[in-house]
Nanobody, 114 residues
């Protein structure tokens, strides 16, 4: 299983971004995909995840300004974030749960700075 993420980069405060992540090397069996993030000196935390049936879950810190969605035909998950804050700066990791096992992408840096 491989995860390829894209969409990170430098964003100004108040701006928006869209992350995408595609899982390959698997067929049926995905039960959920999600995004986590880890800021320097902090633990990795959930940003949002989506079950393949469509239900979603968001961290309180991003609720109301983030949307997670998925294209099940492409094994791809998207995360749209708006009203970005300095504290959103982190490495964002894509995750897929496949037959009960979690797989992780390498991470993509998101820096919110003026």
């Amino acid at each position: 299983v491989q995860l390829q993420a894209s969409g990170g980069g430098l964003v100004q405060p108040g701006g928006s971004l869209r992350l995408s992540c595609t899982a390959s090397g698997l067929t049926h069996g995905i039960t959920a995909m999600g995004w986590y993030r880890q800021a320097p000196g902090k633990r990795r935390e959930l940003v949002a995840n989506i079950r393949w049936g469509g239900s979603t879950n968001y961290a309180d810190s991003v609720k109301g300004r983030s949307t997670i969605s998925r294209d099940s035909a492409k094994n791809t998950v998207y995360l749209e974030m708006s009203s970005l804050k300095l504290e959103d700066t982190a490495v964002y990791y894509c995750q897929v749960r496949y037959y009960g096992t979690d797989y992780w992408g390498k991470g993509t840096q998101v820096t919110v700075s003026s």
